[in-house]
């Protein structure tokens, strides 16, 4: 019994043993770590975030964040009263009617045809195009520009509400490039007019819009220019007089308002020029001086009258102001008058200087188109006109512009169709300069060819300048009408052409059938 009791003595002592090692070992484990945690080096700590720097406190940049205030409250009084114009138009109507191919003389127009923006056409005869507009009444009128709806068969506009109405074009003006379309709806929010002849470069506008489709966007920027010219080398009646701007317009911007910092609008977005078709610092607007009454006539009548003198001017500058004994370097210098015309009738001579317009007065060339354009056929106006140094005053009884191109036009159609493809115009001093021709060159200049008429098949193309027709010497685009209207139906016509810098024969063959 001694022997086993001694022998659980000494189990329960090592049982003991071992558990006091192992509390022991955990507990100088535990001692370790616990002096590691406190005693580990402060570089392994992980490292806090330093500060940031403040912002900039409001007395630094409060002009800056009032601007930025200003600029939404702009936005936010415009944006509602923007629309997205949506067109099904005949392909042929639009593809046709303005100068964003002409690669003779105007390349760096976008190819959109101005910056209406077009999509693919889902059969051949239509297409299917967008543009912008601005409402300027609450009770649906909206402005655009022409070369959004010409031709349209359908139009929908968007609304900022996202609402989609069907709209009905009222008016259109080409030479203008301005619409009015309308929907029926009441309580729209709209944009008052401002006066785009009391801009200045440098002022801020705001372009609005729906570029490439992203429909309600607003750029910034100054008015870059004023009175920019009439870019088009094909009509030299289009009024120019552009707003010129660096707020970023691009396809789809046509027909978007131009406003000023008072939210009103004071031009109608219309056309850029680059060298890629896209935005690169200049844009262009017509001026409100021209919208505004080219709109009211098209809301009370559908259509504008423009009155015409029928006559070619440019201005006058520095360099030739000598010449005509002129103090100033300012006026419209005529260049040339149309037979027959009114400039003609009421006693305009080459060379006459106009000073003033029913005693207001005229700057330059295109300030005298924009206030001839305004008048109503048949009204007379009173030119005060610098002649060798004196003055004179010339009374002039407009006609309306076209009268005299339908009548020529009837004078070479056959059957109502076009009898020998061509369209004809004067040789401008500017087209002149253009196509570098020679001071003694003067004739008819082929503004357009029909594709597979007498005049394509002989070779005719834009750019060239009739000189005869059937041996007789033309002057002017009325005298080469006037020679082909006088041939015999079936007759072939003899034209002697400058083109590329030499004069050819060729021979119109009238079309069979």
Same mark, same amino acid.
């Given at each position: 019994?001694?022997?086993?009791?001694?022998?659980?003595?000494?189990?329960?002592?090592?049982?003991?043993?071992?558990?006091?090692?192992? &509390?022991?070992?955990?507990?100088?484990?535990?001692?370790?770590?616990?002096?590691?945690?406190?005693?580990?080096?402060?570089?392994?700590?992980?490292?806090?975030?330093?500060?940031?720097?403040?912002?900039?406190?409001?007395?630094?940049?409060?002009?800056?964040l009032s601007l930025d205030r200003a600029m939404e409250s702009l936005a936010a009084r415009v944006t509602p009263a *923007? #629309?997205?114009?949506?067109?099904t138009s005949k392909s042929n109507a639009r593809m046709n009617t303005d100068d964003g191919d002409d690669q003779q003389?105007?390349?760096?127009?976008?190819?959109?045809?101005?910056?209406?923006?077009?999509?693919?056409?889902?059969?051949?005869?239509?297409?299917?195009?967008? /543009?912008?507009?601005?409402?300027? &009444?609450?009770?649906?009128?909206?402005?655009?520009?022409?070369?959004?709806?010409?031709?349209?068969?359908?139009?929908?506009?968007?609304?900022?509400?996202? +609402?989609?109405?069907?709209?009905? @074009?009222?008016?259109?003006?080409?030479?203008?490039?301005?619409? #009015?379309?309308?929907?029926?709806?009441?309580?729209?929010?709209?944009?008052?007019?401002?006066?785009?002849?009391?801009?200045?470069?440098?002022?801020?506008?705001?372009?609005?819009?729906?570029?490439?489709?992203? +429909?309600?966007?607003?750029?910034?920027?100054?008015?870059?220019?004023?009175?920019?010219?009439?870019?088009?080398?094909?009509? +030299?009646?289009?009024?120019?007089?552009? *707003?010129?701007?660096?707020?970023?317009?691009?396809?789809?911007?046509?027909?978007?308002?131009?406003?000023?910092?008072?939210?009103e609008v004071v031009g109608i977005n219309t056309f850029l020029i680059s060298s890629n078709g896209t935005f690169s610092?200049?844009?262009?607007?017509?001026?409100?001086?021209?919208?505004?009454?080219? @709109?009211?006539?098209?809301?009370?009548?559908?259509? #504008?009258?423009?009155?015409?003198?029928?006559?070619?001017?440019?201005? #006058?500058?520095?360099?030739?102001? !000598?010449?005509?004994?002129?103090?100033?370097?300012?006026?419209?210098?005529?260049?040339?008058?149309?037979?027959?015309?009114? /400039?003609?009738?009421?006693?305009?001579?080459?060379?006459?200087?106009?000073?003033?317009?029913?005693?207001?007065?005229?700057?330059?060339?295109?300030?005298?188109?924009?206030?001839?354009?305004?008048?109503?056929?048949?009204?007379?106006?009173?030119?005060?006109?610098? +002649?060798?140094? !004196?003055? @004179?005053?010339?009374?002039?009884?407009?006609?309306?512009?076209?009268?005299?191109?339908?009548?020529?036009?009837?004078?070479?159609?056959?059957?109502?169709?076009?009898?020998?493809?061509?369209?004809?115009?004067?040789?401008?001093?500017?087209?002149?300069?253009?196509?570098?021709?020679? !001071?003694?060159?003067?004739?008819?200049?082929?503004?357009?060819?029909?594709?597979? &008429?007498?005049?394509?098949?002989?070779?005719?193309?834009?750019?060239?300048? *009739?000189?005869?027709?059937?041996?007789?010497?033309?002057?002017?685009?009325?005298?080469?009408?006037?020679?082909?209207?006088?041939?015999?139906?079936?007759?072939?016509?003899?034209?002697?052409?400058?083109?590329?810098?030499?004069?050819?024969?060729?021979?119109?063959?009238?079309?069979?059938?």
């Amino acid at each position: 019994m001694s022997n086993w009791m001694e022998n659980q003595a000494q189990k329960i002592s090592r049982t003991v043993s071992k558990r006091i090692i192992v &509390s022991a070992l955990a507990a100088a484990l535990a001692l370790g770590i616990g002096t590691y945690e406190f005693a580990k080096p402060s570089t392994a700590a992980a490292a806090a975030p330093a500060q940031a720097a403040p912002a900039l406190d409001e007395n630094s940049v409060g002009a800056l964040l009032s601007l930025d205030r200003a600029m939404e409250s702009l936005a936010a009084r415009v944006t509602p009263a *923007i #629309v997205n114009v949506t067109v099904t138009s005949k392909s042929n109507a639009r593809m046709n009617t303005d100068d964003g191919d002409d690669q003779q003389g105007m390349q760096q127009f976008n190819p959109f045809g101005q910056f209406g923006m077009p999509m693919q056409p889902q059969r051949p005869q239509i297409e299917h195009g967008l /543009g912008s507009g601005v409402i300027i &009444s609450p009770d649906g009128y909206i402005v655009t520009n022409n070369h959004v709806v010409d031709g349209a068969v359908d139009v929908n506009v968007t609304l900022s509400d996202r +609402r989609i109405l069907p709209a009905k @074009v009222v008016g259109t003006d080409s030479l203008t490039d301005l619409a #009015v379309i309308k929907v029926n709806a009441s309580d729209l929010p709209s944009v008052p007019w401002g006066d785009s002849t009391q801009l200045h470069p440098g002022q801020t506008v705001l372009a609005f819009g729906n570029p490439f489709g992203l +429909r309600f966007t607003v750029t910034r920027g100054i008015v870059s220019a004023l009175n920019r010219p009439n870019p088009s080398a094909t009509d +030299r009646r289009k009024p120019g007089q552009f *707003i010129q701007t660096d707020a970023a317009i691009n396809p789809g911007n046509s027909g978007g308002p131009l406003v000023n910092a008072r939210g009103e609008v004071v031009g109608i977005n219309t056309f850029l020029i680059s060298s890629n078709g896209t935005f690169s610092g200049m844009g262009f607007a017509i001026p409100t001086q021209i919208v505004r009454p080219t @709109v009211d006539n098209l809301i009370k009548f559908g259509k #504008v009258s423009h009155g015409y003198m029928g006559i070619g001017i440019s201005d #006058v500058t520095p360099e030739n102001s !000598k010449f005509f004994d002129l103090k100033k370097a300012e006026g419209a210098l005529v260049t040339q008058i149309e037979p027959n015309s009114p /400039g003609a009738k009421g006693g305009l001579k080459t060379g006459d200087v106009i000073t003033e317009l029913d005693g207001k007065p005229v700057n330059d060339a295109g300030e005298l188109q924009v206030q001839v354009g305004q008048k109503s056929p048949g009204t007379t106006i009173n030119l005060a006109v610098i +002649r060798n140094g !004196k003055n @004179v005053t010339v009374p002039v009884t407009l006609e309306a512009m076209g009268s005299r191109n339908g009548e020529e036009e009837s004078a070479s159609n056959e059957h109502g169709k076009p009898r020998w493809g061509i369209g004809l115009q004067d040789l401008s001093p500017d087209m002149r300069d253009q196509l570098q021709a020679p !001071k003694d060159i003067s004739g008819a200049l082929v503004g357009n060819v029909q594709p597979g &008429s007498p005049a394509d098949n002989a070779g005719l193309q834009r750019g060239d300048v *009739i000189l005869e027709v059937n041996r007789h010497a033309v002057q002017s685009a009325s005298d080469a009408v006037q020679e082909l209207g006088k041939i015999s139906k079936g007759q072939d016509a003899l034209v002697l052409v400058w083109s590329n810098g030499g004069n050819t024969y060729r021979v119109l063959h009238p079309s069979q059938g």
